[in-house]
């Protein structure tokens, strides 16, 4: 291998080089992602462990070396251990970047322009409803939780779900594809306390559910009559309208594999 320079005794190659750029580039994004958060402050930590490493083998330290390989396996540990939900959406960030994103987007724009519609009669008429999109993450143990409907996606059949006289309308639906899988099934609230006191459960309910997997949780506020929609722990927008809705379905609807 071409030796391209030496620091010292150590001799750097083209290859040593651009694995070195590739490493940085990989922990700069993962650190960028964790930015501002506890798990961001410790992957700091352990990048410092994993230079003071680096270095004290450089200079043959081996019982320094020894310590610090110590200590880096356990902040490894914990780092994984503690922070499994913020590991969970980096994976399904991933999985959602553009290049995977051109590889398993196929959008049905039948399935869209039944959200879209059944998302504004809801609105006209004053009632609430709540409709999970499932996407790569399974959803199976909510769905098994609710009432099994396995039918073709409609505005007719969503709105017919949660007129209130309906003894489904109380819950989520789950779209899997093409297909509403289940109604009345029971989401998780989250347990942030950033969420407006003035958000009743099913915004608290969309936010818990987009927390811990990659769903987009269409809400229906029954109150204010608007269109909110959660997506990776957050509120995409607050009050949608069809325009916004039908463009946003667009560019994230997926063919779901999970279960």
């Not at 999109?133 to 609710?146: D, P, V």
């Not at 007129?163 to 789950?174: C, E, Y």
Request: aromatic share 10%; charged share 20%.
């Amino acid at each position: 291998m071409i030796e391209l320079f030496k620091i010292g005794f150590l001799s750097v190659t083209l290859i040593d080089l651009v694995d070195l750029i590739l490493v940085s580039w990989i922990f700069y994004k993962v650190y960028q992602y964790f930015r501002g958060t506890r798990a961001g402050q410790m992957l700091v930590g352990l990048i410092i462990l994993l230079i003071i490493s680096f270095l004290f083998n450089a200079f043959g330290l081996s019982a320094s070396s020894w310590l610090v390989n110590q200590f880096q396996t356990v902040w490894v540990v914990a780092f994984v251990i503690l922070f499994q939900p913020e590991l969970r959406r980096l994976l399904i960030y991933v999985g959602q970047t553009r290049f995977f994103q051109k590889i398993f987007r196929v959008g049905s724009s039948r399935t869209i322009e039944a959200l879209v519609e059944a998302s504004q009669i809801l609105v006209k008429k004053g009632w609430g409803g709540l409709i999970v999109i499932q996407r790569e993450t399974g959803l199976r143990s909510y769905k098994e939780a609710g009432t099994p409907l396995k039918a073709e996606v409609s505005a007719p059949l969503l709105v017919s779900i949660f007129n209130p006289s309906s003894p489904l309308h109380d819950g989520a639906v789950v779209l899997q594809n093409d297909i509403i899988e289940a109604a009345a099934c029971i989401l998780p609230l989250t347990e942030s306390s950033m969420v407006d006191p003035e958000m009743g459960t099913r915004h608290r309910a969309a936010l818990g559910l987009s927390e811990e997997t990659d769903a987009i949780v269409i809400v229906i506020s029954e109150e204010k009559k608007r269109v909110t929609v959660a997506e990776e722990g957050r509120f995409v927008k607050i009050d949608m309208d069809e325009t916004d809705l039908r463009r946003f379905l667009n560019e994230r609807l997926f063919i779901s594999s999970g279960d």
